[in-house]
């Protein structure tokens, strides 16, 4: 379940200092991790808030070597049209890698992705944005915040699983 677009609204207090802030979010449920499927290793998922209104969520299954087992997209237009894009109009290539000091996996922050007929790029706003638990089981995975550019454009949210070795769940 995603809503994108979500005006918010509240306070932060900083060493005793209150301060308003106000923007924009999504809020995203994720009802499963238990299911990769056979060869894969771990996951890409965007979910982005474009300047124009919209919004795009765009993630892909990943096998060992990188190769995309199954992918999928849905746009959102500033009206609230829909449309879907299936494995066969969904593409994520590595543009740039940053390898983390921790776990050694080398993510790729910086993601060509297209969409039909759209194209665009991340960027992190932080390279290391990497993830790192110990319990209830150890999981390692890179997820932050991205701006992006290209045929849409805006702000959003980058998470990548299974660069650190395949995602136990």
């Known amino acids: 379940m995603s809503w994108p677009q979500l005006q ?3 306070e932060l207090v900083q060493d005793g200092r209150r301060q308003e802030v ?7 449920h994720e009802w499963s991790t238990a299911y990769l499927g056979d060869g894969a290793v771990g996951w890409d998922w965007l979910g982005i ?3 124009d209104g919209g919004a795009l969520m765009a993630f892909r299954m990943r096998d060992a070597q990188g190769q995309t087992r199954f992918a999928h997209a849905t ?7 829909l449309r879907q894009f299936g494995s066969d109009a ?4 590595p543009l740039r890698r940053w390898l983390s000091p921790r776990s050694g996996a080398r993510y790729p ?5 297209r969409c039909g007929e759209h194209t665009l790029r991340t960027l992190p706003v932080l390279d290391d944005q990497e993830l790192s638990t ?7 995975y890179w997820e932050g915040l991205v701006k992006v550019e290209g045929s849409l454009s805006g702000r959003g949210y980058l998470e990548m699983t299974g660069y650190a070795g ?4």
């Open 8 to 10: 918010v609204a509240g």
């Open 22 to 28: 106000s923007g924009r979010a999504w809020f995203d």
């Open 49 to 51: 808030n474009l300047a």
């Open 75 to 81: 746009w959102r237009n500033a009206a609230g049209h």
């Open 90 to 93: 969904v593409s994520f290539t």
């Open 109 to 113: 922050v910086q993601l060509e992705i």
């Open 134 to 140: 110990s319990r209830p089981a150890p999981v390692v």
């Open 166 to 169: 395949r995602l136990q769940v």
